[in-house]
């Protein structure tokens, strides 16, 4: 098993910045593949960004792509995603996801195995 736990929501004001984390522990070494997904309210969970941990290859949806890096620290087991120049539609739930080898696209929710809880990251206006 592999326990997920984000940190680092919080409210903020459109254009500005901000990073949430995302500790791993237990069976991390099952994983290869991480990733953020997010959730606003009334509409369907959607893929933000994903990220290898061997090969540090990462993945961005297009409507994050320039704004939001990707990036973990396999000594602390630690995901981040750092988010500038936020919009009002960034407001989300952001969720933590990690899966193993499989042959499901990394932009699917089918492709992980492990969730963390989410973080509730506001941007207002």
């Known amino acids: 098993q592999v326990q997920l736990v984000e940190s680092g929501g919080g409210l903020v004001q459109a ?72 919009k009002l539609e960034d407001t989300a739930v952001y969720y933590c996801a990690a899966g193993g080898p499989g042959s499901n696209p990394y932009y699917t929710s089918r492709r992980y195995d492990y969730w963390g809880l989410g973080t509730q990251v506001t941007v207002s206006s």
């Open 15 to 86: 254009g500005d910045s901000l990073r949430v984390s995302c500790a791993a522990s237990g069976r991390t070494f099952s994983t290869d593949l991480m990733a953020w997904f997010r959730q606003a309210p009334g509409k369907e969970r959607e893929f933000v960004a994903a990220i290898t941990w061997s090969g540090g290859t990462t993945h961005y949806a297009d409507s994050v792509k320039g704004r939001f890096t990707i990036s973990r620290d396999n000594a602390k087991n630690t995901l981040y995603l750092q988010m500038n120049s936020l």
